[in-house]
């Protein structure tokens, strides 16, 4: 796995032995990233729900954003997104890695609202709660302009809209869908 564009482009990060993290495919990162590149740059702050390796939060720092938060419930996965970070030898100051579960952190009081929230659990995960937290809190989870993307099996229903987000675009690759949200 390797960072497509920008400060760290071409490095290459570790992934995890085993089968139990589902990394995003390069081509459905560079999707992504075409898709958002407007969106990142100075004053970013990205959110990377059920990071596993960190590739998505890495990719959206290498591209410009000034900070990003990695959140995974598994401390085998955070210590892979510490080794990445220290492997590019990204400032610690741009980062925060947090041991939680997506749907108890997305419940805690914050300092400020993210731009973009990235959620990518495992297909088998019931989206709806977290979709649920983020749709009901979306003022004080969302910027303005923010956007919570959503990654899942093209079978995973969705529902539109939610409390006060509402789903604009649906992007096909393969088995897998990104579904981007923004507040109404």
Known sequence: ???????????????????????TSDRLRETLFNIIAPRLGPGTRFLDLCAGTGAIGIEALSRGSDSVTF????????????????????????????????ESFLLKTRSAPWDIIFFDPPYSHDYHVALHTVGERSEEILSNTGLFIVEHHTK?????????????????????CLSFFESV
Do not use: F, H
């Open 156 to 176: 995973t229903v969705l529902a539109d809209v939610s409390g006060g987000i509402r789903r604009w675009r649906i992007v096909k690759q393969g088995e897998t």
């Open 71 to 102: 959140v995974d419930k598994s401390r085998r996965a955070c210590g892979l997104v510490e080794e990445n970070l220290d492997l590019l030898q990204v400032p610690e100051d741009s980062t925060d890695v947090i041991c939680s579960n997506a």
């Open 1 to 23: 796995m390797r960072i497509i564009s920008g400060l760290y482009r071409g490095r290459v990060l570790k992934s995890p032995s085993g089968d139990r993290t589902r990394p």
